[in-house]
């Protein structure tokens, strides 16, 4: 059949197909978690989990996981421990920057998993029904569990 061809403002997008713009990281941050928020923006604005209100959180997000890389490296780099000698002998001693990464991995954690960061916080932040308090008990009862 032949008819009007379809103009732009009554083509009904499929939902899959619209792509909301990613957000430029903040100005104040640091290049490393400038970095990390444009691996890691595009995804959580596809998961719709980077709403501008959750900006700073996943700014501050992105700065420590620059920092648990730039220390990661530097660990790499000096070792995690030095010897020093004391009254009783040599010691070793964990390095300045092996537990700044403790406390930087802590925030990552922390504050990832508000954003589903990990594979149990990915599920939790996915699964958003409220699940049916009797499903398993009408399942069985009519024999289909």
Not at 7 to 31: E, L, Y
Not at 57 to 77: H, P
Not at 121 to 129: G, I, N
Request: charged residues 25%.
């Amino acid at each position: 059949m032949k008819g009007a061809k379809p103009t732009i403002s009554n083509v009904i997008p499929m939902k899959g197909d619209v792509q909301r713009p990613v957000p430029d990281a903040p100005d104040m941050m640091s290049d490393g978690g400038k970095a990390v928020w444009e691996r890691l923006a595009p995804e959580m604005v596809r998961r719709e989990r980077l709403e501008p209100h959750h900006e700073d959180m996943f700014a501050a997000y992105c700065e420590v996981t620059a920092d648990v890389i730039e220390l990661s490296s530097n660990i790499a780099m000096l070792g995690r421990t030095y010897t020093v000698k004391t009254r009783n002998g040599m010691q070793q001693k964990k390095t300045a920057d092996w537990q700044a990464r403790q406390d930087a991995l802590a925030n990552m954690q922390r504050l990832g998993a508000l954003f589903g960061m990990s594979p149990v916080d990915d599920k939790r932040l996915a699964d958003t029904s409220q699940g049916d308090l009797f499903e398993a008990m009408v399942k069985q009862i009519n024999g289909s569990n």
